[in-house]
């Protein structure tokens, strides 16, 4: 890439971002789309992508098969994803030795939203998109959901609408661009690029798309099933929100904390086959585990009514039972901290990654021991003593999990709440938490969607 | 960990720990230890720790065994380090595919730096310590290098000197603390832990330790064969050098040029046996490759005339030939800016690391097509026509590796200077790559002692 030297060359970072953010966040009224042009343009885009979606056996995939080899669950062209088995160990919690199901997806994908000024106000250009696992059709979702075949130009097959503007941005129009991992439980090693770059006058939105306020979009996070996994973590992505100021612990401690909990913590994983998995169950129906708790490897038919594509069939993984993911948010001398906790999760990078205060689903608990029983009750507890500042059903990528559910909940705590940290927790400040999400692999999915949330409670 | 709320209860990062590490980097003439004193205790040590190393066959081991099923080199604890092999496949460079041993060595090690105040300026407390693939025997090390199982205590053994104040190091006395990658041509995802603590006057230097400022290290740098790689990377990882002042590109275009090749590159590796690998050949005396290039598995025997230990046997990596380690500076409206570029080495975590401009051996390369040739060619120009900053040869891990030099070299060139970067480089400047330093995974540990030895130049 070319330059000019001489004077003026040289750069800052736009001073202005986080107020031009910040004037976006407080016009929840919507300035190039009202809140009824929204509602109706959100209701159509859900009648003309309706997704029929039916179980099937294993059986009845097409271009899918179970490899003679490993018994993995493979795509005929090697490309998607793939299923296979994980053997973990790990040296903390209940159980500490296990097999289980996991995607593997190696490519890195890209969610992007394109941002553009509209009347003086920031706006994010919205998908509706539906996808064949979410509980109700179409959720608001990023401009652009993309493969890297999709963004490289690998393969030149349909062109995925606005993805030009993310794969040959100009650097200046980058607001953010970080790799983050997703869900470590479910998904071997698997990041996307969560981007989010500023256009300009000449980007239009087509019809499945919607310029709205960064406000409008906070409000549709608080609407069950409503805006998607991949549009909350790239939300979560957003800077501006960073100034330094005061905190229980200094970012120096902060990074120290995650760096010993990297360092001290043995988690072995190896990729096996997904035949004869010690633990699961399999039936032309489902991959199940024995005691029929965690999750259920399936398949099914999708018919779309949409122009592109007719129908397809998949697998995907269901999650049992309504997960708990649960923030604590507490001030010290007024200002709001965060109660994180690093988490093990098999399929991560890292040992650990930064999770929400609690996570998890009551049903897998049941018949273990272990804190995970109380911290859920002390959750409820807390419902009825704290300020409850979010509360609502969210689901996870719905392309690959069918009708996983989870509460999300934010609560504030009062002065009453102890101070302490149990081993594994910190309190860190939203401005901390959003300087950490400038880089990669410090923050959970789960923990970034609540971090997306939060910001739309405390701005 | 208890924390008492109530006024006062939040804090900042110091202030000022950026001017009082530039104040012990002033200090080359030394506080606590004279020129003349440190030179004196160097001499001593070094004739105190003569390891005395002779080459031996692999059945002459003790202790270190080639594993039936895999043919890995290990020892008969399971502890320490293994050498198996790797499958490699990547996208990029003038070979695509290849197998070569690889070191597995997965626990986190800890290398710490101690500082402490004497007469109002911050000393390091380095260590003189020897290690049997050291080019001249001692080398200034860092107070502390521990395995997990010396600083975490699971194994009960003789205890590290001075560990505690890193196992148990007060969150506020830690000055650094991130996890760095080591050579990715060489360790399978090897990370160690890179801290900095500061003590209190209670601590006192050893009879192998040495109270140093900040400058007399820096001095000791430009000494061949002087500081080791340890010690230049906990130093690469000080901060205070961070402000942020104007620059060709803005931290979020660095950031979002390094997510960028981390996503499209493919670096496709697996661990296999050490047995039968292809292109290297095993004899009782060394694994080697078919062309007599890159490096040998060998194996050694050690003598040491200190009192802990009489002496072990040990497999070592003998890389062939001087390798070049080169960074270009270029200022730009003054500011000095260093061209970094995305590497990629298969023992990484990620695809890519920043490495300096120019890292390679001419030797492994002279049969290979490719751009290193040309790009060597023109360090060896730079060298005449640029402001040589810093030339000297270093060495890498003695503990790992038999006698691997490198040439460490800064060149500054000057306006005639092209200021295009060519594909996968960026200029960057050096509070910018400060700030990647509080990071994990960034830079790879070339680019770190280069770092190390340029704010030696710049201060």
Partial sequence: MPLTTGPGVLRHEDPHLGERLARSARATGGVATSPEQFEKWFAERGAAQ????????????????????????????GRFFSVAGLRVEVDEGPVRQWSQPIILQREIGLLGIAVREIDGVLHLLMQAKAEPGN??????????????????????????PYVEHFARAEPRRVVADVLQSEHGAWFYRKRNRNMVVEVGPEVEAGDDFCWLTLGQVQQQLRIDHRVNMDARTVLSCLPGFDTDGPALHTRTEIVSWITANQAVHDVDTTVVGLRDLPGWRQTDMSISHERGVFF???????????????????????????????????RFDGVPHVLLRARIEPGYLDAIELAPTVQGTPENHAHLPGPLREQLRDIERHRHTGRVLFDAELSEEGGRFHHSRSRYTIIEVGDDHPDEEPPGFRWMTLPQITWLLQHRHYLNVQARSLIACLRACLD
């Fill in 50 to 77: 309706v997704h029929d979606v039916t179980r099937i056996p294993f059986s009845r995939l097409r271009n899918w098969s179970f490899a003679e080899d490993t018994g993995n669950l493979v795509h005929d062209s």
């Fill in 135 to 160: 509980p109700h059709g179409v959720q608001l979702s990023p401009t652009v959901q993309a493969t890297k075949s999709n963004y490289t130009g690998v393969h030149r097959g349909r062109t995925v």
């Fill in 296 to 330: 259920d490897v399936i398949a099914v038919d999708v018919v779309a009514n949409s122009r592109e594509v007719s129908g397809w069939t998949q697998p995907l993984i269901e999650p049992h039972g309504v997960g708990v993911v649960a923030m604590l948010v507490k």
